[in-house]
Structure formats: C-alpha cells, structure tokens
C-alpha cells in the first residue's frame, strides 16, 4: 500500500473519529437540555399549579373581604337607622310641643326660652341629618331634585332663623340681594337650604365679634352664595383640609366635621362648586354656588295655603302609633288644627277601630308592634270594603334616601318625616282630604255660636262681651301694626297669637284663619298683606257684632 494511500485511510479515521465524538457530544447536549426542559416544564407545571391555588385563594380572600363589607355596611345602615329613629322620636316631642306652647300666648321671657329650646333642638337635627346625608353620599345614593321658588324670599327667611343666634352674640347680620337674581329658579329647595344653613352658620359659629353679611348673586347659569364673616379665620395649612369629612377648624365649637364636606359635594352634584379665602384673625369668605335654570312663578303661595287651610276643613283623623310621647305631639298638632283625633297603638287596632266608625284619613306610624305601618296599610287596601280608597300618610322617624319612594311605592298618599312640623302636617292634610263642611265659605262672625256657647244666657253675654273685644282688639291691633311695620317676628306671633283667641271667643272664624296665618308667616311682605286683611276682617267683624247687638240677636 503506498504512502499516500496509508495517508488517505488515517485521514480518515482521524475525521470519522471526530464525527462520532461531536455526534455523541451532540447526544450528550441534546440529553442534558432535554433534561433541563423538562425539569423546567415541571417546574413551571408546579407554579401553574401553585398560582392556581393562589388565584383560587386570592379570589375567596376577596369575596370574604367583600361580604364583611357588605355585612359592615348593612350594619351601618342598620345603626343609622336606629340611631335616626331613637333621636328623632324625643325630638319630635320637643320641636312640636315647643311649636305648641308657641302657640298658647306665652309671656315674653317664656317665648324666648321656647324659641332658644327650638334653635336648640334645630341644630340637633341638622348634626343628624348631616350623618344622614353623609351617608348618601358616600354610597352615591344622594338624589337631586326639581322645584320652582323664590330664591330670595327663601335666602331672607333663612337668614332671619339666625337672628337670634347673632344677637345673641351681638354680632352684626347683613342681606345683600343682586339686582340681577331670577325672582324664580328652578333647583332643589331643600339643598339650597342646606348649602345656606351650613355656610351662615359656621359664620356665625366661628365669629366671636364684627359681623356676618350674607350675598346673593347671580352669573347665568350659576346662582352663588356668598358669607363673609369677621371671624378667626382659617390657618394657610388648614385651608386645604376644610372641605374633607370630619375636618374641623376648631375642636372648641363642637359639631360633626361633615358640613363644609357636606357642602361641597352638593355643590358638586349641582353643577356648581364651593371656594374660600381666609386668613387668621382676619375673617373668611365662602363662595357656594350650584347651576339653575330660571323659571317663571305658576303659584301663588300665599292663596295655596289659604286653599289648603280651607280645603281640610275638621276631619275626622285616625292616628296608629305606639309611643306615648308621640301620641300626645301628633294628637295636640292634630287638635291645633282643629281636628277631631282618635289614637290607637298599632296596625291590629287600627283595623278594629276601621270597621267600626268611619274616618276622613289615616295616619300610620311605620314601626309598631303586632301590625307595621305598611302591612295595616296592605290590610286597608285589601279589605274590599269602604275603608280601602282611605288616604294614608306614612309617618316614620327615618329619613334616609328613597324612603319616601318606598312608602309611596307602598300604596301610602303622602309621607312624614319626624320631627313633623305643624305647617308641614296642615299641608299634607289639606293636600289629601275633600273639603268638609267647615270650608264652605263663611260669614265674618258665627252667628249662631253665641247660642250654641252659651244657649238662653247668649243675648246678655253677647252684649257685655262685644264691647270688650272691640276695645281690647283695636289696642292689641294698633300694637300688631307696628310689630309688623318695625319687623318684630317674637311681638307679631305673640300678638296675632292673642287677637286671635280673642277673635275665636266671638266665632269670629275667618278672622282666626288670617290671625294663624300672619302668626306662622316670616315674611315681611306676606305679613303686611295678612295685617290689612285682618284689619279689614275686624271692620267688617265690628259692624256685624254690633248690628247683632242692636237688633238683639
């Protein structure tokens, strides 16, 4: 074999040799990832796995946390709801039979005492109902309504409900009205109401000496108001934490923390917004304001509530209720307005008393034993007889969102909310039952109720008594003229309050519908209408008594 061949044949087995070594290292490598990946696709089958579990138990772990949300909210709601009802109820004693005794010619001190109890018992409420609506909001539950009124009248009203609370302090409050202001705008009274309450009220909380002035102004489509005060004045690193809950300038005046937060969020849910400038020992100036559109007056207030007066007449008025506090307010509020009251204790009792005498409207307190305002309420409407088109007011001590809705969902005619006010009971009355035999128009006098008071004596009694509520009428009036024209609100309830028991002691009737009116009215321009109405019904009330006098009747 030549040389060359043997070199040719040891070339290769030399590159045979290497072909089979890199083929088994190839072997080799290929088993070892081979290896590797599978390793690694265990692994990653272990952390599916395990992020699985994870998931799977992140997942309970949330839905656990969200039912004890749900379970704590639910509590809270429960505890609002109890803590608006147990307070309401004393309350609703106190600001009606304070209302009451208002009524009942108290002595001037006694008046005082009785409107510091109702300041009082108002600033109470406004701490709750401040909860309340902190609660709404929170959950975004907070409705806003629609209703046409009298922006000015309104702010002027409110404005003299601070009065006391200034003088008190001997602090100066001032009302400026922009020419520019629509007479009627449409929005939501109540809130508007609320935003006013809450900013003249801090003002005057927090304003030891000086004064408060309150304007209203209006920039289409914004209508603000604006509260300057004399007051402390607001620290620069505090300024930016007023309008958070439970935030308090001063932990001295007491309150909730949650009205400026309150404030502002309504602002908000109004198209509107809420700023201030303050400065330590200087004073502060809130500017709230909220979207309105301008609306044209349709009703004429004053005749609506001469309507409603009349229309309910003397009904005949079942009330169910079982606390005894409220009983003796809602009977005395009832009696007040001249109505007949039958009281039982709950729902059972109620239908008893239905199927044996008949009533003119029905009034159902929602939380009572043995039968619960709205299942009487089923009970009525399902009883196929007379009493099923009754009207029913639902009366609760709980206020929070959409209870209203509920109960009229319910099949109730109208809904209260304690505490009740006595013009706010008149006025659902009057909104439900048919007009009686009272309201048809009457003559100045009674003529048959000297008789009927003081029957075979009438003549000589009607003689002695005439001459005296004449002379005393035209003092007591001269007095309510200028209580009127000075804008003395105490003298003219206690005034009208006094004429108008006079007035009753003759069955001078309509001159005592005018006299409850002008007692209960706090607006100026309303006051001076009712005056000459009244003096014009005690003109026509003096001929009539003495023309009865002189023909011996």
Known sequence: MSSDLKKQLDLARRRSARYKAAARESERLLEE?????FKTNEELKDI????????????????KANRKLQTASRHKSEFLAICSHELRTPLNAIIGLSELLLKEKPSVRQTDYLLTIQTATQSLLYMINDILDFSKIEAGKMEIAKQVFNPVEQLTQLSRLFEFQANDKSLKLQVRIDDNVPPYIESDLNRFKQIAINLISNAIKF????????RLTYREPLLSIRVTDTGSGIDKEKLEQIFEAFEQVSAVEGGT????SITNKLCSLMGGQIICWSKANFGSVFTASIKVNQAQHTVDNRQMKQDRHQASGQQKILVAEDNLTNQKVIRSQLEALGHTVTLVDDGEQAMQTLQKQSFDLLILDNQM???????TLKAVRNSGSGIADLPVIALTANAFAGEKERFLASGFDAYLSKPVLLDELATTIGQLVQPGPECVPKKVIDETYFKKQFGENAQLITAQLVPIFIEQTE??????KQAV???NSQQVKITSHSIKGAAASVGAMPMCDTLTMLETSSDAAEQSDLLADIVKLFSQTRSALQHMISNGE
Request: charged share 25%.
């Open 207 to 214: 304003t030891p000496t000086g004064g408060v002035r309150i």
């Open 485 to 487: 024209t000075t804008q």
């Open 257 to 260: 923390g949650l009205g400026l």
């Open 48 to 63: 599916q796995a395990n992020l699985a579990d994870q998931v799977k138990q992140r997942t309970a772990e949330l839905r």
């Open 33 to 37: 990832k081979s290896r590797q990946l």
């Open 475 to 480: 003092k007591d009036l001269r007095l309510l």
């Open 369 to 375: 034993p043995v039968l619960d305002g709205i299942n």
